[in-house]
């Protein structure tokens, strides 16, 4: 079955041991740090008391596997995609689905909430971006031009641009005011599985299976450093809160 272990940073030692069903593909903190959401191959969501370790919502709803979770920035409303192509957006409080957003035609890979808190990005196996209003599950615009499955969406701090990183091995950068233009990042020479605006926005961080880790200047798209060090494929890149660090994992155990 899945597995969530949750970890205290300072001290290194295991906090709760979480299980579901079957694997688990994605997991996210609550803006307080009291929850933990973690999505599954047993097609559910659940929420989780980081204080107790209990579960407190079991969210029903996907027909499939649930491949990515965020949270709103308020913490009330949690968005969940998966195998079934379809978006959901559920109440915390209440466990109830509020808005289903349909519209990919094939799984749905990432989620992220705009900042200015009334719209939903999601990223797809179908190539696509799309964005979604949040108040009344409005399609908003779609972002074409990935001639891979879209694998990863950021956005910046200020909501203006959109990264998404591709199985074609390229990272597009939008426009989130409904241009229809991208600015295309080519440098990785293997699909491109993750990517990540740092919290001051002037950098972009993009992993890839050519298990090297890529810098770029988020204004320009000039590429600033190519890392290596990983012998495997890097799957997952994190900014540090102030910008200056850079984290990376790898199917190499590091």
């Given at each position: 079955g899945g597995r969530i272990q949750v970890w205290d940073a300072k001290t290194n030692e295991e906090e709760h041991f979480l299980a579901h069903g079957m694997y688990v593909f994605s997991v996210s903190?609550?803006?307080?740090?009291?929850?933990?959401?973690?999505?599954?191959?047993?097609?559910?969501?659940?929420?989780?008391?980081?204080?107790t370790g209990k579960v407190l919502q079991m969210l029903k709803g996907h027909a499939d596997t649930v491949r990515c979770v965020a949270w709103s920035m308020d913490g009330q409303t949690l968005a969940s995609g998966?195998?079934?192509?379809?978006?959901?957006?559920?109440?915390?409080?209440?466990?109830e689905v509020v808005q289903t957003f349909r519209g990919h035609t094939e799984m749905v890979t990432s989620l992220l909430f705009h900042p200015n808190g009334?719209?939903?990005?999601?990223?797809?196996?179908?190539?696509?971006?799309?964005?979604?209003?949040?108040?009344?599950?409005q399609h908003v615009f779609t972002m074409r031009g990935h001639c891979g499955a879209v694998s990863s969406?950021?956005?910046?701090?200020?909501?203006?641009?959109i990264v998404s990183g591709s199985a074609d091995g390229t990272m597009r950068v939008w426009d989130a005011t409904r241009s229809p233009?991208?600015?295309?990042?080519?440098g990785h020479?293997?699909?491109t599985t993750d990517v990540e605006f740092s919290p001051d926005g002037t950098l972009l961080a993009s992993a890839s299976f050519?298990?090297?880790v890529?810098?770029?200047?988020a204004r320009t798209g000039t590429m600033v450093h190519s890392l290596e060090g990983h012998h495997g494929m890097t799957t997952s890149v994190s900014f540090s809160p102030d910008s200056t660090r850079l984290a990376s994992g790898s199917d190499d155990a590091t």
């Open positions: 903190f609550s803006p307080d740090s009291t929850r933990l959401a973690s999505g599954s191959d047993d097609a559910t969501v659940r929420i989780w008391d980081l204080a998966g195998d079934d192509q379809l978006v959901k957006l559920w109440d915390v409080a209440t466990g009334t719209e939903l990005i999601s990223g797809s196996e179908d190539g696509t971006v799309e964005v979604w209003r949040i108040t009344d599950g969406v950021s956005i910046n701090p200020q909501g203006t641009r233009e991208s600015q295309f990042l080519q020479t293997g699909v050519d298990a090297t890529r810098v770029w200047d």
